[in-house]
């Protein structure tokens, strides 16, 4: 089991912690996290490590040391090359390369997951539950809601409508969660009707989706 974490989640104790509990990681580090502690280990600097991948795309990587353990930090250039993060800074116990921080492309998927949650479906966002029960309740009905989208989408992708642009790419009209959430969302007008069409659904528990959102 590898974690795949954003920048947030930093941190010398933090990563003792998995280490500890064998948990390997690939987590991203802003810029300047760490700084001192590379330039203290043989090798380039942090900054000739960054120019370098900055000017000629190489990936770069050096072994570092926070506390009493070793870490690799990697920097790789950023294919979507947004302006101001053109890098990507990486740390990990797993000897890196190239190949394995591209892993890291993975965790992005989850940002589709908190669209669909938070703004762009279940306006998740839009509610402030202060009490913690509360907001426990409500993640694990709309993580149940969330599920159940998906897979009536995912049994109805053929009909998603295609469209196809002038450089004659095509592209789906809907998502998966749009389609599911058009064709689910009648169902919930009365428990009854909901109760029916979830009980119509089969457990689903061998379906690939559902392993991912286990």
Same mark, same amino acid.
């Given at each position: 089991?590898?974690?795949?974490?954003?920048?947030?989640?930093?941190?010398? @104790? =933090?990563?003792?912690? *998995?280490?500890?509990?064998?948990?390997? &990681?690939?987590?991203?580090?802003? &810029?300047?996290?760490y700084y001192q502690a590379v330039n203290e280990a043989p090798?380039?600097?942090?900054?000739?490590? $960054?120019?370098?991948?900055?000017?000629?795309?190489? #990936?770069?990587?050096?072994? !570092?040391?926070?506390?009493?353990?070793? $870490?690799?930090?990697?920097?790789?250039?950023?294919?979507?090359?947004?302006?101001?993060?053109?890098?990507?800074? #990486?740390?990990?116990?797993?000897?890196?390369? @190239?190949?394995?921080?591209?892993?890291?492309?993975?965790? =992005?998927? !989850?940002?589709?997951?908190?669209?669909?949650?938070?703004?762009?479906? &279940?306006?998740?966002?839009?509610?402030? #539950? @202060?009490?913690?029960?509360?907001?426990?309740?409500?993640?694990?009905?709309?993580?149940?809601? $969330?599920?159940?989208?998906?897979?009536?989408? =995912?049994?109805?992708?053929?009909?998603?409508? !295609? !469209?196809?642009?002038?450089?004659?790419?095509?592209?789906?009209?809907?998502?998966?969660?749009? @389609?599911?959430?058009?064709? *689910?969302?009648?169902?919930?007008?009365?428990?009854?009707?909901?109760?029916?069409? $979830?009980?119509?659904?089969?457990?689903?528990?061998?379906?690939?989706? #559902?392993?991912? *959102?286990?």
């Amino acid at each position: 089991m590898t974690l795949l974490a954003d920048r947030e989640y930093v941190g010398a @104790k =933090w990563f003792k912690c *998995l280490v500890d509990n064998k948990i390997e &990681f690939v987590i991203r580090l802003r &810029f300047g996290d760490y700084y001192q502690a590379v330039n203290e280990a043989p090798g380039k600097t942090y900054q000739q490590m $960054y120019d370098q991948c900055l000017v000629s795309g190489k #990936f770069c990587r050096k072994r !570092i040391e926070l506390g009493d353990r070793f $870490y690799f930090i990697s920097i790789r250039s950023n294919p979507k090359m947004p302006p101001g993060d053109e890098v990507i800074i #990486f740390l990990t116990r797993i000897r890196p390369v @190239k190949k394995t921080v591209d892993q890291y492309v993975k965790r =992005w998927r !989850i940002e589709c997951l908190f669209r669909h949650l938070k703004t762009n479906g &279940f306006g998740l966002e839009a509610i402030n #539950f @202060k009490p913690v029960g509360r907001s426990n309740l409500l993640m694990a009905i709309v993580g149940l809601s $969330y599920a159940l989208t998906i897979r009536v989408g =995912w049994a109805a992708r053929s009909k998603i409508r !295609i !469209i196809q642009y002038a450089d004659g790419t095509v592209f789906p009209a809907d998502s998966v969660f749009r @389609k599911g959430l058009s064709l *689910l969302t009648p169902g919930c007008a009365r428990l009854e009707l909901f109760l029916s069409r $979830y009980l119509s659904l089969d457990d689903g528990r061998n379906h690939p989706i #559902f392993k991912n *959102l286990e």
